[in-house]
């Protein structure tokens, strides 16, 4: 793409996935000028990765080499340079790294970073600046231990969501540099800062180590929320025998302002790129939060990612953390927060029913959705042909879900909002034909269920709901979803259909740049880039929003989904417990009497029994 003749100034979005690491580079009317990008597996030399990381499957371990990104950044810095990008032109810089990936920076690694030669290439002279060559990645699934003690350690999975946005998970920051600090105690002692892979990036172009970003500290168990700083017990945790004060020093402050000038680009940059000596670095950001400023989203506004899993993403006022939600700061709006929903099973869920259907119907069509998108649009809300039947719903999860904390199955449930009784049945369902539009029904209500408390009503004798649904990733084309997704979440303006392909997080880590530098006093992302976005070239309306009578009527859908959720919970658990009993071969009175630790002792196999049965 030209850069065209104009000497407007240019903005770079970095964006450091797992697999690759891209370059976006717009003007200051947010139009996308140039993109390089560097695939790790494809581009990359000595290194050997399959999709962008190393595994070490005997310890559920899953890493990437810190020197590959070296070679990423140089090499998409080499490839916008072919396709003719005026360096000098480019006035402010930000990023967007994968989250909760942690890098560790070894005793020197500030005087290499000052002491770079721009006749080098990155790789060959910052290698050595780390005291472990390795960063883990969000899928690594090593740190069972160190979660179980972070969501003891204040009281419980709610205290520590109320306080750091999130319950302890795997790939989360503070769970790893625990079982880091004990699994390398000398490495960790030779350790002198600890970056985000977003703060990692940032620091790159700095030249010196950056803070870390306001929303992405939010991804470590770490950070305080509520008090804006990190959480002292849960520092005393992680850090153990080191001692809180030498952590706090690894970690560095955090600065309040999302858009706050960290510096100048590194002269390494200048010399070997041709960058002008003003360019500014702003702080980088996660994926996720990058990801809500590629719209930019507004208080309210929701986004729905329809793709093999489902994402659910909201800006909103409102701070009420949940053990199965995520809380994080907004990347740039003080009072503002990021929710965040995650679920294993979307798109294969769909799919599976979907081929249900078609074998069952036997009419092969062009489009594989067209019996499902038929069936779900005629079928009545909920399975009422009629006020006084039942509410047809149920859960299929062809994946163990983490929202709620099930195995794998489906559970179909007939339900009353008259008189609130439920009742397990299969025998009223024609399968697979009635679990098409129940399957996008129950993914949409739970996503109302846990989003419901942090929307504002948007006019008088509304109820509360997002004043827009935006839908991206494959199931977005869907019109009967998006026709669902408006009867069920609402929408006051209505639902649309967001394209911006894969560049969501390079996209808005520029925006952020943009904003960062050409913000006026007290001027908000939302202000700035709300009016400068042209939402024509990004967004189509797809389906209407709310419409009342059917919005209340799914809000009684959800009481009886909420209902259905703690039944199959419930059951699912007095499931296990009998498993363990029966492997136990003891009386379930005992079994409720003893402390675990005497259990233990007089079975010695039970803990492996607890284990296998997800129980403790």
């Not at 030399?45 to 371990?61: D, L, P, Q, W, Y």
Request: charge should be negative; aromatic fraction near 10%.
């Amino acid at each position: 793409m030209s850069s065209g003749v104009s000497q407007d100034p240019f903005y770079v979005g970095f964006d450091l996935s797992t697999q690759q690491l891209k370059g976006l580079v717009v003007n200051s009317d947010l139009k996308v000028v140039h993109i390089s990008k560097f695939d790790f597996d494809v581009d990359s030399h000595g290194f050997s990765i399959k999709k962008g990381v190393m595994t070490n499957e005997a310890e559920r371990e899953v890493y990437a080499p810190v020197a590959l990104w070296l070679q990423a950044l140089d090499g998409v810095l080499e490839g916008l340079r072919k396709q003719g990008l005026d360096f000098h032109r480019v006035k402010g810089i930000s990023g967007a790294g994968q989250q909760h990936g942690s890098v560790y920076w070894g005793e020197n690694a500030e005087i290499l970073l000052k002491s770079l030669d721009s006749t080098k290439t990155l790789e060959e002279q910052l290698a050595g600046a780390f005291s472990h060559p390795y960063s883990p990645n969000w899928q690594d699934s090593s740190t069972q231990k160190e979660c179980d003690e972070f969501d003891a350690f204040l009281g419980g999975q709610e205290q520590l969501a109320d306080a750091t946005g999130s319950k302890a998970h795997h790939r989360f920051t503070g769970p790893q540099i625990l079982r880091f600090q004990r699994k390398y105690p000398d490495v960790y002692k030779k350790t002198s800062r600890i970056s985000l892979v977003s703060s990692f990036l940032a620091s790159l172009l700095l030249g010196r180590v950056a803070p870390l970003d306001i929303s992405d500290v939010c991804g470590m168990n770490l950070w305080n929320i509520q008090k804006g700083v990190y959480d002292e017990n849960l520092l005393r945790l992680c850090a153990g025998s080191f001692g809180v004060d030498d952590l706090k020093s690894k970690l560095g402050d955090v600065p309040e302002d999302g858009g706050i000038h960290l510096g100048k680009i590194d002269r390494y940059f200048v010399e070997r790129y041709g960058f002008a000596l003003d360019c500014t670095v702003v702080p980088s950001t996660g994926d996720n939060p990058a990801t809500i400023l590629a719209l930019p989203l507004r208080p309210s506004d929701a986004m729905v990612s329809l793709g093999t899993s489902t994402t659910f993403l909201m800006s909103t006022p409102s701070y009420k953390p949940d053990p199965a939600t995520h809380f994080f700061n907004h990347p740039t709006t003080p009072g503002l927060y990021m929710f965040m929903l995650c679920y294993k099973n979307g798109g294969l869920a769909r799919e599976q029913i979907r081929d249900a259907i078609n074998e069952k119907l036997g009419n092969a069509t062009a489009d594989p959705w067209a019996n499902f998108d038929k069936i779900t649009l005629q079928a009545a809300h909920m399975g009422q042909k009629s006020g006084s039947e039942p509410m047809k719903m149920g859960l299929f999860f062809p994946r163990p879900e983490i929202v709620p904390n099930l195995p794998s199955g489906q559970w179909r449930y007939n339900y009353n909002p008259s008189d609130g009784s439920l009742c397990e049945s299969s025998k009223e369902w024609n399968n697979p034909l009635d679990e098409a539009r129940a399957i996008v029904e129950s993914q949409l209500l739970s996503l109302r269920l846990r989003s419901r408390g942090l929307t504002q009503s948007p006019a008088g004798g509304m109820p509360a709901q997002p004043r827009r649904v935006y839908l991206v990733g494959g199931g977005s084309k869907n019109k009967a979803i998006a026709k669902l997704a408006g009867e069920i979440l609402g929408g006051s303006d209505g639902v649309y259909k967001l394209e911006i392909g894969d560049n969501a997080c390079a996209l808005g880590a520029a925006y952020k740049a943009v904003w960062a530098i050409e913000r006026s006093r007290g001027q908000t992302f939302e202000d700035l880039v709300g009016q400068r976005w042209r939402e024509e070239d990004f967004i189509e309306k797809i389906a209407e929003g709310y419409q009342k009578g059917v919005f209340e009527q799914y809000g009684k859908a959800v009481e009886g989904f909420e209902k259905m959720e703690a039944q199959v919970l419930k059951q699912e658990a007095e499931r296990k417990c009998n498993g363990v009993i029966e492997c136990l071969n003891l009386p379930a009175e005992k079994m409720c009497a003893l402390p675990l630790w005497d259990v233990v002792q007089r079975r010695p196999h039970t803990l492996w029994i607890l284990l296998q049965h997800s129980i403790y």
